[in-house]
């Protein structure tokens, strides 16, 4: 809540001007670097595969993640928001029903 109403056409608060970009700009690239995976391919088309961080897994399924073959510490993350992450930082301890739990609540939002 701003307490004021905000200015779309000549916007000079910040978010007057983020508004502002969400209602009168329609570029392509706002929807692709707002995917967490497209912005993959446009970044490792620009500077190279080898500075992207590595892509462990890739699903839809939270039960098919394997567990097993991923490292000690690492980090699940959904591609269709921000805040969603969960950090691992000892796979040994990790409690499966809570991430199952946790990842399928997140999904269905």
């Not at 805040?83 to 691992?88: F, L, P, Q, S």
Request: aromatic content about 12%; proline content about 6%.
């Amino acid at each position: 809540m701003n307490r004021f109403w905000p200015n779309f056409v000549k916007p000079r608060r910040f978010s007057e001007k983020l508004w502002s970009r969400q209602l009168h700009e329609r570029s392509p690239k706002l929807t692709m670097i707002s995917d967490k995976l497209l912005v993959r391919d446009y970044a490792a088309s620009k500077v190279g595969v080898n500075y992207l961080v590595p892509l462990l897994w890739l699903g839809g399924n939270p039960e098919k993640i394997p567990f097993d073959e991923l490292p000690n510490k690492f980090v699940i993350k959904t591609n269709h928001g921000c805040g969603y992450n969960i950090i691992v930082f000892d796979n040994s301890k990790i409690s499966l029903a809570i991430v199952y739990e946790s990842l399928t609540r997140i999904i269905s939002r």
